[in-house]
């Protein structure tokens, strides 16, 4: 198998990995330490992409890995990661491994997911990514850090602040290079590498590669063992793939039928006003929606992901910017409200679901003009999608729906969110093991003085000076 116009990423014969039975961690030589961690979580069994890579990088060998979105590269990179790292210490402003990613959300789903695992190996996580307090940051890159997840933007700033260097890194992680390159980050990352030793491992994942990914490739690592599960231009089998044709007047109304099914939905818009605009729609036919895009603010941003992961929130209206950073199981139906621009956006956007073997569903909603281009878009991206005219009562959405229609009761934004829990302290007056001052007192168990009795009438309880008792007048400290 060969990429359309990069012979140099042309892929060994044994490409389709899945064709491979899936060992076990445990048989891929990895530290008993991480299998036993792995285990706890019910991970045991490898996914092609695991069992294809992370022999390979245990030795030490540069990496180039491809798969779909969903497809378990976090482990094929992370795992052997951490083994090469474990046993040292690094120090203070020096990692010895560095996991670039494009997004904030990407970088904290990979943190999420490897810290357990770098804790059973004594190794020191640290996130580093714009929109998160700096001074955090550079105390813990002063206290030490091993593995680094990081945005290029922050990293770059890191390095110039000399709060980071680059000197000592030994293991280079590059995930979603594809998508890196799209978003203009090439400079930065080459930068970056610029700045690393060239006797340190690269491994670079992504679900599809293109010419800037190879000028990646081509320039820093080193004789690369290529490993493929599938061809860069499909979808996982467990997907289905769907193109319904919608007048203009019968978009919301399908739209609002199609997110009021049961089950986790993530809905995609090309714009940030249009993830808010569709998102509000939805809320006011009573659907339970909120919006993710760039122009949110950190706090808010993890917010939403909170609430739709732990289903407070079961429908995430997003943009492309967050395609990349939506890591979550359970989403069984991607809807794609705007189509998207090229078929690469078509086919991360559809990571989204049937991701790690579960079945999933994407729905493209064209208007009648738009259904040439998205044949075309969809056989670029390699998938099979079916072609239908569909109303808002047609027996095809309510297959889907089944029968779930919005409520009609607008649902306020501020309702969507679990309240923040209330931090009660002890209330005044009650400290000391819960008795008022006076009396923790007198029976020993407070730290305050004992209380005075009150002075006898018609004189003091306690002169002020010594001037006082003698009636003479103060001196002042300037005229001593």
């Not at 996982?236 to 919608?246: A, E, F, P, R």
């Not at 978009?251 to 808010?276: Q, Y």
């Amino acid at each position: 198998m060969s990429l359309p116009d990069v012979p140099s990423l042309a892929l060994s014969t044994a490409d389709d990995l899945s064709l491979l039975p899936a060992p076990s961690f445990a048989d891929l030589g990895l530290p008993a330490a991480l299998v036993a961690r792995l285990s706890r979580d019910g991970l045991t069994t490898t996914f092609p992409i695991q069992s294809a890579t992370i022999p390979d990088a245990l030795a030490g060998r540069d990496v180039l890995g491809r798969g779909q979105t969903g497809s378990g590269k976090t482990l094929a990179f992370g795992l052997p990661l951490l083994s090469r790292l474990a046993g040292r210490r690094s120090e203070a402003r020096h990692p010895r491994g560095i996991v670039l990613v494009p997004t904030r959300e990407l970088a904290m789903q990979v943190h999420d997911a490897l810290e357990p695992l770098a804790h059973v190996m004594g190794l020191r996580l640290k996130l580093v990514a714009g929109g998160l307090p700096y001074a955090k940051q550079i105390q813990a890159l002063d206290r030490g850090v091993d593995v680094l997840v990081a945005t290029p933007g922050r990293l770059a700033d890191l390095v110039e602040r000399r709060s980071c260097n680059l000197s000592s890194v030994e293991v280079f992680v590059l995930d979603e290079a594809d998508h890196m390159c799209d978003m203009g980050f090439l400079p930065d990352v080459c930068g970056l590498l610029d700045q690393m030793p060239t006797s340190g491992q690269r491994l670079l994942f992504s679900a599809t590669l293109d010419r800037d990914v190879d000028t990646i490739v081509r320039t820093y690592l080193h004789d690369p063992v290529r490993h493929s599960t599938a061809d860069a231009g499909t979808t996982v089998t467990t997907m289905s793939h769907h193109v319904w044709l919608v007048k203009p007047a019968h978009k919301g109304p399908v739209t609002a039928a199609l997110a009021a099914r049961r089950g986790r939905t993530v809905v995609f818009v090309r714009t940030k006003l249009g993830a808010d605009r569709v998102a509000a729609q939805l809320r006011e036919q009573g659907v339970r929606a909120a919006a993710l895009h760039g122009g949110l603010a950190q706090g808010a941003r993890n917010r939403t992901l909170n609430a739709f992961r732990d289903g407070h929130v079961p429908v995430l209206v997003a943009t492309d910017v967050a395609a990349r950073g939506i890591h979550v199981d359970e989403v069984s139906l991607v809807l794609q409200v705007d189509p998207p621009a090229d078929h690469k956006d078509y086919l991360h956007r559809a990571g989204r679901t049937a991701r790690a073997g579960e079945e999933g569903m994407v729905i493209t909603l064209a208007l009648p003009h738009q259904r040439r281009t998205m044949e075309r878009l969809t056989g670029q991206a390699g998938v099979t999608a079916t072609t239908v005219p569909v109303g808002p009562h047609d027996e095809l959405l309510l297959g889907v729906t089944q029968g779930a229609m919005p409520s009609g009761v607008p649902v306020q934004e501020q309702d969507l969110f679990p309240p923040k829990p209330v931090r009660r302290g002890a209330p005044r007056g009650r400290r000391n093991g819960g008795l008022p001052r006076d009396r923790a007192a007198r029976d020993g168990r407070g730290q305050g003085r004992p209380r005075r009795e009150p002075a006898a009438a018609g004189r003091r309880s306690t002169p002020r000076s010594g001037a006082a008792r003698t009636g003479a007048r103060p001196t002042s400290r300037r005229g001593r």
